[in-house]
């Protein structure tokens, strides 16, 4: 995967979003409103005191290779293979919808944490592959709409004591990964502790609601704040990487 070169002889940069919902602009209100495309080009009618912080104001493209739903095998089978060049900047969400696949059955989801753990470890290998510089990775750790309760009332979702526990684990297997790859995280599970039930009803279906300390909707999705959000924290992880050209 080659890097490419403007009309001017300048390198194009790339910025690459691999993973799930956490990532698109579905749920937070339509096109340009998720967190990968806020991190690329700010809606500075939303966000005025965002203006300029963007990717795309620092010469990156943007190959969004994300989609809802997708899990682990999702990013090794359909997302990685679409990379067409070798990326600069990498935003990885991942392991949510995984785990969400054993929600209530603790022992199933603890070998899924393992599964995703591996597979991560290929996709983090894959990135690291072939000649160059290995592009700048940021992993992102899962959230936890029940804010560590275990319970989403009116969420529609029986509550299961072990799921904050097992969002920890998880979030654990993440940030080992990273480590041991040279990557940053993100740590959006911490970020938006209190921000859930705590907050509000995270199964409300609004984008937008007028609570802007509720930052969930559909009780897993971020919603246009919660996208803000999670935008925030990558800047902020690409900002104490100095990361940001």
Not at 110 to 138: F, K, M, N, Q
Not at 146 to 152: E, F, K, Q
Not at 218 to 226: C, H, K, L, S
């Amino acid at each position: 995967m080659e890097r490419l070169r403007g009309q001017s002889g300048v390198v194009t940069l790339l910025y690459t979003a691999l993973g799930d919902s956490m990532s698109i602009d579905v749920y937070a209100g339509g096109p340009g409103r998720g967190a990968t495309s806020l991190l690329h080009r700010n809606r500075d009618a939303d966000f005025p005191d965002w203006a300029g912080r963007d990717l795309g104001t620092r010469g990156y493209d943007l190959l969004d290779l994300t989609y809802d739903g997708a899990t682990t095998s999702g990013v090794l089978g359909q997302q990685l293979p679409r990379l067409d060049r070798r990326p600069d900047l990498v935003t990885i969400t991942i392991g949510g919808n995984d785990l969400m696949g054993a929600y209530g059955d603790t022992a199933a989801a603890e070998a899924v944490i393992a599964l995703v753990a591996e597979r991560a470890e290929r996709i983090l290998a894959h990135l690291a592959a072939g000649p160059g510089d290995a592009p700048r990775t940021v992993v992102t750790t899962v959230y936890d709409p029940s804010d560590g309760t275990g319970a989403v009332p009116g969420g529609g979702l029986p509550p299961w004591p072990d799921g904050p526990r097992l969002v920890v684990a998880l979030n654990d297997a993440l940030k080992g990964l990273a480590g041991r790859h040279g990557a940053r995280v993100a740590d959006v599970h911490a970020h938006f502790l209190g921000h859930g039930a705590q907050a509000g009803d995270p199964g409300r279906p609004d984008p937008r609601p007028a609570n802007r300390d509720l930052w969930y909707c559909g009780v897993i999705e971020p919603n246009a704040w919660g996208a803000h959000e999670i935008r925030r924290t990558w800047w902020h992880t690409l900002h104490r990487a100095g990361w940001l050209p």
